[in-house]
Every structure is written in C-alpha cells, then in structure tokens.
C-alpha cells in the first residue's frame, strides 16, 4: 500500500517538474521583455472591457466573444504593470496544462521515460518564445486547460460512470468559448463518444456541453451590447481586417513548425504504420477507433491556417494529437511486442528526442532575447509592482515602446489615442484609450479596409481623438504612413508633431489636435 502511495507521489512530482521546466523555465527569461503585436491587441482587449465595466458601460458590440480578456480584464483595476501581469497569467495556465497534458501522455503511453522524452520535447517546442512571443498571445493554452481536463476525464471513463460525460461536454464547451477556433474539436468529441459508448453517453456530452455554453453565453449578453446579431457581425469584420491564406504562406508556416517538430511527426507516422498492422492482425476496432481519435486530434487543427492567415504557431496545436498518437503506439507496442523490440524501439525515441529538440532548445537558450533577459522568478514578480518597459536600453528592441514613450510626452490624462493601424499596444503602454467604447479600431479599419474616406473623415471629425499615428502595423491598400496623410488633412483638426524614423525608414507620424491645450 505505501508503495503504491509512494509511486504515486513520485509521479505526481515528475509531471510537476516537467510542467514547471518546459513551460516555466521558458517562459520566465521573456516575461519581461518588450511587447508585440499579437499581445498587444489581447491587452488592449482586456484595457478596454475592464474600462468599459467599470464605468458603467457594456462590452462593446462590435468586439468578438474575447473571453480571455474579459476573465483577465481585472488586472486593470490593479496598480501594477498589466503586461506584466497578464504574461504571469498566462505563464500560470500554461504550467497548468502542460501538468495535464504530461498525465495525459502518461495514462496513454504507460511508460514514464516515454512520457518524459516525447511530452517533454513536444512542451519545450510549444513554449519556444518563436510561438508564444513572449506570452499572452492569445487564449490557446487557456483553452489547453478545459480541453486537457476533458481528456483526462475521457481517459477515466467507464461504462458505469456515464455522468462523466456532462463534465466534457462542459469543459470542451469552455475551451472553445475561450478560442472560438477550436469549435471542431467539439464535433470531434462527440462523433468518438456516439460512436464508442452510444447515443445515450452522447446525449449527457451535448446537455454538459449546452447548459455550460447558455450560463457563460448567458452572463456575457448581461454585460454587452446588441444580441447575437451583432456578434456574428463582429467575426464577420474581424474577418474582413484578416489577411486571407495564400500558398505560400502556408508552406512557409508549416514548414516552419515542421523544422521545429519534425521528430515528433517521425514518431507519429511510425506508430501509425504499427496501428495498421495491429488492426491487419487483429482486427480490433476498439484499438483502431483510439488510434483515429488521435489521428483526427492531430489533423483537425490544420483547418485554422487553410481558413485565414496562417501563423506558425496554428500548426503546433497539432502537437498533442500528434503525442498521443505515439503514445497510444507505444502502448501497444510494450503489450504485443518481445522485451528485445521495446528495448531497442525506446532507444531509437531518446535518440530522436535529443536530436530533434537539442537544436530548438540550443537557440532559444542561446539567442540574444535570452541571454540578455534578467532570467529569475524574483526579477519576473517585481516586474509587477514597476514599469520596466519606461527604460531606454529597451526601446532599441522594440518601436511599440519608443513611440509610446512620445505619446506620453505629447499627450495628458485627458488625452484620448486614435489608432490607424493595428498597433494596439500602443494603448495599454500610453494608458490612453480610443475617443469611443464602441471598438475604435474595429470600425475604423473596416471602413478603411473599404477604402470609404470620406467615411473615414466623418469619423475623425466627429469624434476627435487628441492624438492620431500612423505608425506600425497597417492594413491592405495603406501601407505606407503618407498613404493616411490625405484623409488627416483633409479633416483640418491636426498638425503633425513628430516623424518616427528608424534605419532611414519612415515608420509613421504622430498628430495632435490643433487645439490641444497641455504641455
């Protein structure tokens, strides 16, 4: 019996060191560093529906479900360094799910140094700083969360408990609310559940599924504006401002992420050439199901890149089907196979777990980023309590804080920032905010993105934002800072202040009402 304790300890603290190195130890040398687009506009989210809350207003309308920035939105309420905060966040739930994925790949493979090789590789590779960017991205690894407590929930099951499956509809419910993107492993998980326990096993996973998503969906109409109308109207502009896929960029993205995980692919097709021949012997369809529900896990993700514009890190949700695949192998394998053959296998997968991950593990550990950060969890906490990013040896890395740090210096409390790009960060790091609740940018970039100027104009001239930039991330058919100019001038509100230039570039202008009364 107190072996039994002990085994179960002792595994318990493996997984939390594993968590702990693959998602922590990463993550804490960037939490400080400069932020990035991505980010940015997460933050921004968060910035404006807490600000939104607290002054007795709704959620904007025309803004997407964002319910990662609204769980998140508290932060600022806080006095410390939201950026900062929202990495730690993020970091959190990231060590989080990755203790459950390790459990995950545990209870699949049944082997612990198979778990530790492949899972842990597999982590270290989806919390390389080329994929997370410094953390608070988006809400994948908060959806990680639900997503994995579904499966492990799964992995429990029996025949008798089928009350389980009010609990993974639920959480599958969850962690697509918290990444829309997700919605297919929705349809995944039931058609495996229809299929291996029955229609009635299949009920309780869409009742679970449903009173969860009516409760948040619920509770969010409570705080927004418009119905279900609007919403819908939202991912269809939001649709509109995405670049669409090409080609190109596809292979390049994948072929990226591939570089990157290509010995877990290896791993992977190799187990699935040992699933068809197991089924070849065996004909056991229970097994063959197990390996597709993996299968589909590993392949459905591809959806996202093919539908909008593809990003490397779309292609590394694939991973954890991918891991599973070839730990349900190597169960199988260490069953059906003689000691010789399972001796041999496993030391052909350390070998392809050193090379494949040495090279990513080597340059994450040895770029600048890295050896230049402040690499301890102390420096990382009183980031918190001080605004790191107001240092000049950082705005060389990074254009977001040096224009920031201009419009701090032109601007007052009772400024008010219009964007004409997509650089939302810019809002959280000046702690300005667009002239309007009701999304801004949103509304802004979609009549720019249909090349309406006078509409454009109206808007400027109607609600007057002290300062307006040009810099940054731009749309389609206005690439370039003067290609703004005409629709400013024409408002004859604004004078030009400033010209950022970096490398003999012009990056953008800085306006401000000519009326402007302040330093």
């Given at each position: 019996?107190?072996?039994?304790?002990?085994?179960?300890?002792?595994?318990?603290?493996?997984?939390?060191?594993?968590?702990?190195?693959?998602?922590?130890?990463?993550?804490?040398?960037?939490?400080?560093?400069?932020?990035?687009?991505?980010?940015?506009?997460?933050?921004?989210?968060?910035?404006?529906?807490?600000?939104?809350l607290?002054?007795?207003?709704?959620?904007?309308?025309?803004?997407?479900?964002?319910?990662?920035?609204?769980?998140?939105?508290?932060?600022?309420?806080?006095?410390?360094?939201?950026?900062?905060?929202?990495?730690?966040?993020?970091?959190?739930?990231?060590?989080?799910?990755?203790?459950l994925?390790?459990k995950?790949?545990?209870?699949?493979?049944?082997?612990?140094?198979?778990?530790?090789?492949?899972?842990?590789?597999?982590?270290?590779?989806?919390?390389?700083?080329?994929?997370?960017?410094?953390?608070?991205?988006?809400?994948?690894?908060?959806?990680?969360?639900?997503?994995?407590?579904?499966?492990?929930?799964?992995?429990?099951?029996?025949?008798?408990?089928?009350?389980?499956?009010?609990?993974?509809?639920?959480?599958?419910?969850?962690?697509?609310?918290?990444?829309?993107?997700?919605?297919?492993?929705?349809?995944?998980?039931?058609?495996?559940?229809l299929?291996?326990?029955?229609?009635?096993?299949?009920?309780?996973?869409i009742?679970?599924?449903?009173?969860?998503?009516?409760?948040v969906?619920?509770?969010?109409?409570?705080?927004?504006?418009?119905?279900?109308?609007?919403?819908?109207?939202?991912?269809?502009?939001?649709?509109?401002?995405?670049?669409?896929?090409?080609?190109?960029?596809?292979?390049?993205?994948?072929?990226?992420?591939?570089?990157?995980?290509?010995?877990?692919?290896?791993?992977?097709?190799?187990?699935?050439?040992?699933?068809?021949?197991?089924?070849?012997?065996?004909?056991?369809?229970?097994t063959?199901?197990?390996?597709?529900?993996?299968?589909?896990?590993?392949?459905?993700?591809?959806?996202?890149p093919?539908?909008?514009y593809?990003?490397?890190?779309?292609?590394?949700?694939?991973?954890?089907?991918?891991?599973?695949?070839?730990?349900?192998?190597?169960?199988?394998?260490?069953?059906?196979?003689?000691?010789?053959?399972?001796?041999?296998?496993?030391?052909?997968?350390?070998?392809?777990?050193?090379?494949?991950?040495?090279?990513n593990?080597?340059?994450?550990?040895?770029?600048?980023?890295?050896?230049?950060?402040?690499?301890?969890?102390?420096?990382?906490?009183n980031?918190?309590?001080i605004?790191?990013?107001?240092?000049?040896?950082?705005?060389?890395?990074?254009p977001?804080?040096?224009?920031?740090?201009?419009?701090?210096?032109?601007?007052?409390?009772?400024?008010?920032?219009?964007?004409?790009?997509?650089?939302?960060?810019?809002?959280?790091?000046?702690?300005?905010?667009?002239?309007?609740?009701?999304?801004?940018?949103?509304?802004?970039?979609?009549?720019?993105?249909?090349?309406?100027?006078?509409?454009?104009?109206?808007?400027?001239?109607?609600?007057?934002?002290?300062?307006?930039?040009?810099?940054?991330?731009?749309?389609?058919?206005?690439?370039?800072?003067?290609?703004?100019?005409?629709?400013?001038?024409?408002?004859?509100?604004?004078?030009?202040?400033?010209?950022?230039?970096?490398?003999?570039?012009?990056?953008?202008?800085?306006?401000?009402?000519?009326?402007?009364?302040?330093?």
């Amino acid at each position: 019996m107190n072996n039994i304790f002990n085994q179960k300890i002792l595994s318990l603290l493996i997984a939390i060191i594993v968590a702990i190195f693959t998602a922590g130890y990463l993550r804490v040398h960037f939490i400080t560093f400069f932020p990035e687009p991505d980010g940015g506009f997460y933050t921004y989210l968060a910035q404006e529906i807490h600000a939104a809350l607290s002054n007795g207003k709704n959620i904007p309308s025309n803004m997407h479900l964002a319910l990662y920035p609204l769980i998140t939105s508290w932060v600022f309420s806080l006095e410390i360094n939201q950026y900062i905060a929202l990495r730690w966040i993020d970091l959190l739930l990231a060590i989080f799910a990755s203790f459950l994925f390790y459990k995950i790949i545990l209870k699949e493979s049944g082997s612990t140094i198979f778990t530790i090789l492949l899972a842990g590789s597999a982590l270290l590779v989806m919390n390389d700083n080329n994929f997370i960017l410094f953390g608070f991205r988006n809400s994948i690894w908060a959806s990680y969360v639900p997503l994995f407590g579904a499966l492990i929930i799964w992995q429990s099951i029996s025949k008798v408990e089928n009350y389980k499956f009010y609990f993974i509809g639920a959480l599958v419910a969850f962690g697509i609310l918290l990444r829309e993107p997700f919605l297919p492993f929705f349809i995944l998980g039931g058609a495996s559940i229809l299929i291996a326990y029955g229609q009635a096993s299949f009920y309780r996973y869409i009742i679970g599924s449903a009173l969860l998503g009516f409760i948040v969906l619920g509770f969010l109409f409570i705080f927004r504006e418009g119905g279900l109308i609007e919403l819908i109207d939202s991912y269809i502009t939001l649709g509109n401002e995405t670049n669409k896929p090409t080609a190109n960029t596809f292979i390049n993205s994948g072929l990226f992420a591939l570089k990157a995980f290509w010995f877990g692919i290896f791993c992977s097709i190799i187990f699935i050439f040992y699933a068809i021949k197991l089924y070849w012997q065996n004909k056991n369809s229970l097994t063959i199901n197990r390996f597709l529900f993996w299968g589909f896990l590993a392949l459905i993700p591809l959806i996202e890149p093919l539908l909008k514009y593809p990003v490397y890190y779309h292609f590394l949700n694939c991973i954890p089907g991918l891991v599973g695949l070839s730990a349900l192998g190597w169960m199988h394998l260490s069953l059906n196979e003689s000691k010789k053959t399972k001796k041999y296998s496993m030391l052909i997968i350390i070998m392809i777990c050193i090379f494949g991950i040495y090279p990513n593990l080597s340059a994450s550990l040895n770029s600048k980023f890295f050896k230049d950060s402040k690499a301890s969890v102390s420096y990382a906490y009183n980031a918190l309590w001080i605004d790191i990013f107001r240092n000049e040896e950082v705005y060389k890395w990074s254009p977001h804080l040096h224009i920031a740090d201009i419009i701090r210096k032109v601007s007052n409390k009772d400024s008010t920032l219009g964007l004409l790009t997509s650089s939302h960060a810019l809002y959280p790091l000046t702690g300005l905010r667009p002239p309007i609740f009701k999304g801004w940018n949103t509304e802004l970039n979609s009549i720019l993105s249909e090349k309406e100027e006078d509409k454009a104009i109206d808007m400027l001239k109607k609600y007057q934002p002290t300062i307006i930039t040009t810099v940054m991330l731009r749309l389609p058919g206005f690439e370039k800072p003067e290609d703004f100019a005409s629709i400013i001038e024409k408002t004859n509100l604004y004078d030009k202040i400033f010209t950022i230039n970096a490398r003999n570039i012009t990056m953008g202008d800085i306006y401000r009402l000519k009326n402007f009364k302040g330093n």
